[in-house]
């Protein structure tokens, strides 16, 4: 028996990727579809995050975005050449 008094070590969620319970502090993502090109550096640098479409526009595939991802995000932000991409708490 583990410390937690559980079978199973625990976990955190808010630690854990993907997120699991909900109840952590999450974000949002969102792509400006307008501006966004297709360049895929928010894929290179969060693929876990974020993938690029048949139609060369970058989709969010994790919603919300566990709190654990948030510093791969901000980079992505920052990188995007069109500045397609911001984050809403």
Do not use: H
């Not at 595939?61 to 809403?88: G, N």
């Amino acid at each position: 028996m583990q410390p937690n008094g559980r079978d199973r070590p625990f976990r955190d969620p808010c630690l854990t990727y993907p997120s699991g319970g909900g109840s952590c502090r999450a974000m949002r993502v969102v792509v400006d579809l307008e501006l966004c090109e297709g360049n895929a550096v928010c894929a290179s640098v969060a693929p876990e995050i974020f993938v690029v479409g048949d139609d060369d526009l970058a989709r969010v595939k994790l919603e919300p975005v566990p709190e654990a991802l948030r510093a791969k995000v901000e980079v992505a932000v920052r990188r995007c050449p069109r500045q397609a991409l911001a984050i809403k708490e």
